[in-house]
Each structure stands twice: as structure tokens, then as C-alpha cells.
């Protein structure tokens, strides 16, 4: 019986910065993402976590990669787990189209079909954590505690969801200078990866600057 599982926002993009409206586009992740992905490693120690669920949009792809390096867990790619398409609003800022319904875009109710869908297609197992969007946790809270938050989850912010809870909890660094140490070696191994993919360029076809 499913009654805990971890999720987590993927790392932030220059769509996120600039406050762009995303969705289906495949922003790869800033350059500041991987430091800050690089802090939250030790916060996943001793979860008993042994499999991610993974978003197959780049930016929660390359979260994922690095977290299951540390980890040393497979990947699983649900492809209900992307998110919301926003049509013909995506790449336009959000302070300038604060929208509910999107042209060209999905609906609401379509897309808590299509998360939905896909948490009956993997049957999600304890422990497990799944990296996605902020429309994918907005799903995940309705679903499971019936509430429509008014948030949205941070970028590499991780959430446990405990079915037992009346809400799930936010895990932030308070929580692991209460836990052991980290494993040093996946991170040092973890770092080397980031500093790799750093090198590599990995956000050069973002189509947007900052502004």
C-alpha cells in the first residue's frame, strides 16, 4: 500500500528566471542549476529511495541523471509526468499573460488526466521519487490531499509526501543537519558529473536570454 513517496521540482532554467510560461518546450537546465542540484544531494541520504520516475522533458532529465548517479538508482521516463502545455503562450512572460486557459494549450482537467495516467501506469512504490514540474506537484496535491495550493513548488525543492499527513512536508536544510552525513564519494563523483555537464554547454539552445 502506497503510503510515502518523494518528489522534487527539477532545476531552474532561464525560462524559470525570466518568468516565462514553459511547458512542452525542452529548456535544458541554467547554469546555476547544478550547484544548487549539487546542495540538495545530501538531503536524499538515507531515504531508501531505489528508483526516480522521471519527467521526460530535458530539464527534469538532466535533475534526474545527476540524482540517480548519487544515488546509484535507475531511471524510469513517464511521459505523463510533462508538463502542462501552455500553446501559444509558451516562452511569453508571465507578468505580462498571467492566463488560466491557454490557446492551443491543454485544459486543467485534461491535464490532471494525463499525470494521473501515468501514476496508474508505473503503480508507484514506496520511497519512490518522482522528478517532474510544478503542474505535475500541483496534480499530485489534489489528488492526494485534495488541496489546490496556491504556490507553486521552488525549483530543486524537495517534498515528502507522507499519505499519513494531512499535508507533505517541505525537506530543507534544517532536516539534514539532523541526518547522517552524506555519502561522500557519490558526491564527489556527483560534482564531477555537474562540473561536466557545466562544460558541456548543456543550455545553449535556450531560445530566451535573460532579461
Known amino acids: 500500500m502506497l503510503n510515502k513517496f518523494f518528489f522534487l521540482r527539477h532545476g531552474i532554467t532561464n525560462f524559470n528566471k525570466a518568468k516565462r510560461y514553459t511547458g512542452h518546450e ?4 541554467s547554469s546555476s542549476a547544478y550547484e544548487e542540484i549539487k546542495n540538495t ?3 536524499l541520504n538515507n531515504r531508501n529511495i531505489s528508483i526516480i520516475y522521471s519527467s521526460p522533458l530535458l530539464r527534469a532529465r538532466q535533475t534526474a541523471h545527476i540524482i540517480a548517479n548519487y544515488l546509484s538508482v535507475p531511471i524510469v521516463i513517464v511521459d505523463e509526468f510533462k508538463e502542462r502545455s501552455f500553446g501559444l503562450f509558451e516562452g511569453k512572460r508571465k ?3 498571467i492566463k488560466k486557459c491557454f490557446p492551443e494549450g491543454q485544459t486543467l482537467y485534461s491535464y490532471r488526466k494525463q499525470v494521473l495516467k501515468g501514476l496508474r501506469s508505473i503503480k508507484i512504490e514506496n520511497d519512490s521519487l518522482i522528478i517532474a514540474h510544478s503542474g505535475t506537484y500541483k496534480v499530485l496535491m489534489k489528488y492526494y490531499y485534495r ?3 496556491k504556490y507553486s513548488v521552488k525549483n530543486n525543492e524537495l517534498i ?3 499519505l499519513k499527513e494531512k499535508h507533505p512536508t517541505a525537506i530543507n536544510d534544517t532536516e539534514y543537519l539532523k541526518s547522517s552525513k552524506c555519502n561522500a564519494k557519490r558526491l ?3 560534482i564531477v558529473e555537474i562540473e561536466n555537464m557545466m562544460f558541456n554547454g548543456l543550455d545553449s539552445d ?3 536570454n535573460e532579461q
Open 160 to 162: 515528502y509526501f507522507d
Open 41 to 43: 544531494l545530501p538531503l
Open 95 to 97: 507578468l505580462q499573460y
Open 147 to 149: 488541496i489546490s495550493p
Open 26 to 29: 525542452d529548456i535544458a537546465l
Open 206 to 208: 535556450n531560445k530566451y
Open 188 to 190: 564527489d563523483e556527483a
